[in-house]
């Protein structure tokens, strides 16, 4: 019991964003480490992108600024 009612939701950012769009570009040593993961792992830009807006119902341009911190 966490003296929580039942009806709270909970929810853990296993993914976190703070970037609504225009991502940092990534080290060498990043990138090529990323090159090394496989593609089921990585999430590019444009899946970013369609990820950001389907969750926010709009353009991350629209995104008020707590949508990204």
Known sequence: ATG???TVWQ???AYP???AEHWPAASGELAQRLEDMP???RFPADVM???NANYLGAAPVDAPAYAFP
Do not use: F, G, I
């Open 4 to 6: 929580r009612p039942a």
């Open 11 to 13: 929810a853990l950012l």
């Open 49 to 51: 992108a369609m990820m």
């Open 17 to 19: 964003v703070a970037h």
């Open 39 to 41: 593609q089921v792992l």
